[in-house]
């Protein structure tokens, strides 16, 4: 069955430097979303993508963060001056379809920490 | 707003039932269910649809009560895989950009 690929699956990083974090989505879908869930808490919806451009974005997507399809294949999210509150899991999800009555299927996350 | 689910733990013996609750303040269009085992990826398992629709997953079903807003997880004769983290996540009448707001999420443990 298709997945959702990230990686890397954990990155250790020095506050205040860039980090990008790379997803491969499902080779049909079309729209792309990146989670975050900072550790025991739930899951928060960080920006959805979709032909190139952000559709939407939450409050935590603030100008730190941004993200580009480079290619074909891959979805990625950087983190730009990364401070210790960036430390969380990323989800990076893909779906067939943009309404929200669209399944959508998560990669097994990057875990990022900033020291 | 952030959808309310109840209860926030349940631990349960094998075959046992249990049910899962989900409550948004604002209108619904859709809500999705996930289970998230300790380290790994939220697995999707269904989606219910404004309209009171019902599904089912095996022996786990749901409910979408539009007039409550509400979105309830039905968990039957319960194994032991069972065991983890639900969430319920919600998308908005007005969503057209597939954002879903999760809730905090319900632990359940299944014991043997």
């Known amino acids: 069955e298709p997945e959702v690929t990230q990686t890397p699956s954990h990155q250790v990083t020095q506050m205040g430097q860039e980090v990008i974090l790379r997803c491969v989505p499902i080779s049909n879908h079309l729209y792309f979303y990146w989670y975050r869930q900072i550790l025991g808490q739930k899951v928060e919806f960080l920006v959805s993508f979709y032909n190139n451009e952000i559709s939407e974005k939450s409050e935590i997507f603030d100008d730190q963060f941004s993200v580009e399809r480079p290619d074909g294949s891959n979805f990625t999210l950087k983190i730009r001056s990364t401070k210790l509150e960036d430390s969380a899991m990323y989800f990076c999800?893909?779906?067939?379809?943009?309404?929200?009555?669209?399944?959508?299927?998560f990669g097994d996350g990057t875990r990022l920490s900033i020291l | 707003q952030q959808p309310v689910q109840s209860p926030q733990a349940v631990i349960l013996r094998e075959g046992e039932d249990a049910v899962i609750n989900c409550s948004s303040s604002k209108a619904l269009y859709s809500v999705h269910w996930y289970r998230q085992k300790h380290g790994e990826a939220p697995v999707f398992l269904m989606i219910l649809l404004k309209g009171g629709e019902q599904k089912g997953h095996e022996k786990i079903s749901a409910s979408f009560n539009e007039k409550k807003q509400q979105s309830s997880l039905y968990l039957t004769a319960s194994q032991l895989s069972y065991s983890g983290t639900y969430f319920c996540g919600t998308g908005g009448l007005r969503s057209n950009t597939g954002k879903l707001i999760f809730g905090q999420g319900t632990t359940l443990q299944v014991k043997p």
């Open positions: 999800a893909s779906s067939r379809g943009q309404n929200s009555n669209q399944p959508q299927h």
